[in-house]
Nanobody, 125 residues
Framework: VQLQASGGGLVQAGDSLTLSCLASGFTFGNFDMSWFRQAPGQEREFVAGIRWRNTNTWYRESVKGRFTISRDNAKNTVDLQMTSLKPEGTAVYYC???????????????????WGRGTQVTVSS
């Protein structure tokens, strides 16, 4: 199983950025996928999730209306479109695979078993 995240960078507050995660080594369409982030000195936190059939999405409250998660099961990719970025969004962003198939949605990092290396997003004020 491999998850390769890309698309991070240095942007200014108010800018937009799209992260992408390419998955391989498993049946991508069977698993919920999520994005998490971790700022220096902070715990890893949930950002956005999407159901295996692309039927439902869920977000942490602070990014609702600004971030959009999507997936393409034919291409094995899950994207995170981020708009109106804020300095507090500075973190390493990780894509992650739910550890079980066809199960309840979750925001807990411990419910995910594979993680990408992460991509740095830095938002300057």
């Amino acid at each position: 199983v491999q998850l390769q995240a890309s698309g991070g960078g240095l942007v200014q507050a108010g800018d937009s950025l799209t992260l992408s995660c390419l998955a391989s080594g498993f049946t991508f369409g069977n698993f919920d996928m999520s994005w998490f982030r971790q700022a220096p000195g902070q715990e890893r936190e949930f950002v956005a999730g999407i159901r295996w059939r692309n039927t439902n999405t869920w977000y942490r409250e602070s990014v609702k209306g600004r971030f959009t998660i999507s997936r393409d099961n034919a291409k094995n990719t899950v994207d995170l479109q981020m708009t109106s970025l804020k300095p507090e969004g500075t973190a390493v962003y990780y894509c992650a695979r739910r550890s079980r198939v066809w199960t309840v949605a979750t925001t807990r990092p411990t419910d995910y078993d594979y993680w990408g290396r992460g991509t740095q997003v830095t938002v300057s004020s």
